[in-house]
T-cell receptor, first 115, second 118 residues
Framework: DSGVTQTPKHLITATGQRVTLRCSPRSGDLSVYWYQQSLDQGLQFLIH???????AKGNILERFSAQQFPDLHSELNLSSLELGDSALYFC??????????????FGPGTRLLVL | GDSVTQMEGPVTLSEEAFLTINCTYT??????LFWYVQYPGEGLQLLLKATKADDKGSNKGFEATYRKETTSFHLEKGSVQVSDSAVYFCALSGPPTNSGGSNYKLTFGKGTLLTVNP
């Protein structure tokens, strides 16, 4: 158990809908990263938050957004869902933001299926 | 941009066989290198890491050496077990961007599925 929790574990929805994925980092970790894992694209970085502020964006679609709240949990919002958004979404946390050798601890993921 | 290339899988071995999973990278500067493992139905777990050239990361009998001259970080284990069956990901984490931003995102290879048979 990494200490990172993600809810829900599974999510089934329809095209055009909007969903919210939630992540609680390890106690004391200030950074949260979101990744998408799909069969065709592999594991891709989406976005990084540090202590409530957005720090970096990766291959995140404009239909997707995220935020990190004062209690440090984070939410990833996916809207106008398409079939191709079906994937496993991971969040990871680390203590600070500024050290490339820092280990990122991954949650169990949320599996999203868009029908 | 940064990229990681792993050997294509799947890899199927018998118990106690020797394992090598090749990983090469392209990055500016001196990235940190990682191997993560994903067991069926679970998230990713850090297996080992190395932060500078010639460093050797090791854990649970697995080893990998950071080779700057060949830009490689190959994963090895001398004697695999059935419980090692999983997907293995090589990844790198880069230095700060030129714009001064902090971006320690992980760039992953596509993963290698390892199956170990009794």
């Amino acid at each position: 158990d990494s200490g990172v929790t993600q809810t829900p574990k599974h999510l089934i929805t329809a095209t055009g809908q909007r969903v919210t994925l939630r992540c609680s980092p390890r106690s004391g970790d200030l950074s949260v990263y979101w990744y998408q894992q799909s069969l065709d694209q592999g594991l891709q970085f989406l976005i990084h938050y540090y202590n409530g502020e957005e720090r970096a964006k990766g291959n995140i679609l404009e239909r997707f957004s995220a935020q990190q709240f004062p209690d440090l949990h984070s939410e990833l919002n996916l809207s106008s869902l398409e079939l191709g958004d079906s994937a496993l979404y991971f969040c990871a946390s680390s203590v600070v933001s500024g050290n490339p050798i820092e280990t990122q601890y991954f949650g169990p993921g949320t599996r999203l299926l868009v029908l | 941009g940064d990229s990681v290339t792993q050997m294509e899988g799947p890899v199927t071995l018998s118990e106690e066989a020797f394992l090598t999973i090749n990983c090469t990278y392209t990055a500016t500067g001196y990235p940190s290198l990682f191997w993560y493992v994903q067991y069926p139905g679970e998230g990713l777990q850090l297996l080992l890491k190395a932060t500078k050239a010639d460093d050797k990361g090791s854990n649970k009998g697995f080893e990998a050496t950071y080779r700057k001259e060949t830009t490689s970080f190959h994963l090895e284990k001398g004697s695999v077990q059935v419980s090692d069956s999983a997907v293995y990901f090589c990844a790198l984490s880069g230095p700060p961007t030129n714009s001064g931003g902090s971006n320690y995102k992980l760039t992953f290879g596509k993963g290698t599925l390892l199956t170990v048979n009794p």
